[in-house]
C-alpha cells in the first residue's frame, strides 16, 4: 500500500475503503453481504494496509457507520475514520450532537475526518463550521473535510473555519475529471487532498457491464453512464483500459484506479461487493502507469462523450421499461 504525504498525524491509504454499499437498499446487495461480506471486505482491508475508511450518516441512515464500526473493532482508533454530516439544518448544536451521534455509531473516540456531505445552497458554511470549530477544540473531531464543494466554496469554508478544510471529496475517475481544472491544483499548492469517490464509475470501468448486461440495482439504474447508448459509446475506452490491463496482466478496474491515484494529492475510496474486489483495488496502488499509458487513458477519456442532460431521461424511461 502507498500513502499521501500530507501532515496528518495518522497515514491516509492511497486507496481507501467506501462503505456507502454497507446496509444500503440502494445497492441492493442483500443482508449477507450488510452481516457477513462487509465484515470481512474490512477485516481483509486492514490486513492490506488500507487505513482511510470512508462512511456517511446518511448511508443505509446509519447502518453504513454501525457495520464499519463493529468490522473495525479495536483498530478503530488506529485506522483514519471519515464520515460526513447533511447539513440539512447545520447549526453549531445540531452539528455537535450529529458528530457525537455518528461517533456513537461507529464506536470511536473520535472522527479523524468530518465531512460536510454536500453544500447547503441556502445557508453559507459559517454556520455549520462555527459547530466544525468547537468539535476540533473538545477532541472529537480530528479534520475537517467537505464534499461536492466548488473550489470556491472550499475556499470560503476554509475562511469561515478559519483554519484548513483538509479535502474536498467529489467524483474523479476517467469518466468525471472535472477536478483536474481546479481542486487539483489547489490541493497540490495548499498540502490538501482530493479524494475520489466513485472512481470505477460505480462498476462500469470494470467493464463488466455492456448494452445487453446491465446493472439492475437502483443506484446504477438512475446513472445515465449505464443507459446502454452510453455503455455502447464507452466501448473504446473499456477496450484501452483492457489493452493496458493486459500489459500489466491486472484487471481494468485496477488500472481505472491506478490512473485515478497516479495524481499524488488524490487518494480514491473505491466501494466493493466482495473481498476478491477489495483485494484487487489494493493491489491497484502498486501498480505503475508509463506516461504513455497514462496518456492513452486520458485521451481516450477526452473521446468518450456520453449522453447528459435533459437529453437522457426518454433513455431512461425506456431502459426502466425494458425497451
Ligand atoms: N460524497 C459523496 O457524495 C459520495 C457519492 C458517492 C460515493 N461516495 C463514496 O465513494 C465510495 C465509492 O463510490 P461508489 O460506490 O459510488 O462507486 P465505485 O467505487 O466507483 O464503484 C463501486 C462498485 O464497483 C464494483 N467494483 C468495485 N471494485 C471492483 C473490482 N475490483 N472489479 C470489478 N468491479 C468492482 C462493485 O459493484 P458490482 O460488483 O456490483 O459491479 C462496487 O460496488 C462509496 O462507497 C462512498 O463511500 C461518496
Not at 459509446?233 to 489493452?243: F, G, I, K, P, Q
Not at 504513455?292 to 487513458?297: F, S, T, V
Request: proline share 6%; charged share 20%; net charge positive.
Amino acid at each position: 500500500m502507498c500513502y499521501l504525504s500530507t501532515g496528518t498525524s495518522k497515514q491516509i491509504s492511497k486507496i481507501g475503503l467506501g462503505t456507502w454499499q454497507f446496509g444500503s437498499r440502494e445497492w441492493g446487495y442483500g443482508s449477507q453481504y450488510a452481516d457477513e461480506v462487509a465484515q470481512a471486505i474490512v477485516r481483509r482491508a486492514l490486513e492490506l494496509g488500507v487505513t482511510l475508511f470512508d462512511t456517511a450518516e446518511i448511508y443505509g441512515f446509519g447502518r453504513s457507520e454501525r457495520i464499519l464500526g463493529r468490522a473495525l473493532g479495536d483498530k478503530r482508533e488506529s485506522v483514519f475514520l471519515a464520515t460526513k454530516i447533511l447539513p440539512v439544518l447545520p447549526v453549531a448544536p445540531v452539528v455537535e450532537q450529529r458528530a457525537v451521534a455518528s461517533a456513537n455509531r461507529l464506536g470511536a473516540h473520535r472522527l479523524d475526518l468530518y465531512q460536510v456531505h454536500q453544500a447547503n445552497p441556502l445557508v453559507r458554511d459559517g454556520t455549520i463550521m462555527r459547530g466544525m470549530r468547537a468539535l476540533q477544540r473538545v477532541g472529537l473531531v480530528g479534520e475537517v473535510g467537505v464534499s461536492n464543494y466548488s473550489l470556491q466554496r472550499w475556499r470560503a469554508a476554509e475562511d469561515a473555519l478559519g483554519s484548513p478544510v483538509l479535502s474536498n471529496q467529489v467524483p474523479y475517475s476517467l469518466v468525471a475529471r472535472a477536478p483536474e481544472q481546479d481542486l487539483l491544483p489547489y490541493a497540490s499548492a495548499h498540502g490538501r487532498i482530493v479524494l475520489a469517490y466513485s472512481p470505477l464509475a460505480q462498476g462500469l470501468l470494470s467493464g463488466r457491464y455492456r448494452p445487453g448486461n446491465r446493472p439492475t440495482n437502483r443506484v446504477r439504474a438512475t446513472n445515465p453512464l449505464f443507459l446502454p447508448e452510453n455503455l455502447q459509446r464507452a466501448s473504446e475506452l473499456l477496450a484501452v483500459l483492457a489493452e493496458v490491463a493486459a500489459a500489466h496482466s491486472v484487471t481494468p478496474a485496477q488500472i481505472a484506479l491506478a490512473w485515478v491515484i497516479r495524481h499524488p494529492a488524490v487518494a480514491a475510496i473505491p466501494g466493493a461487493s466482495s473481498v476478491e474486489q477489495l483485494e484487487g483495488n489494493v493491489a491497484a496502488a502498486e501498480i505503475d502507469l508509463t506516461d504513455d499509458q497514462y496518456q492513452a487513458l486520458a485521451d481516450a477519456a477526452a473521446r468518450f462523450r456520453p449522453l447528459t442532460g435533459p437529453a437522457v431521461l426518454p433513455h431512461l424511461a425506456r431502459a426502466r421499461i425494458g425497451r
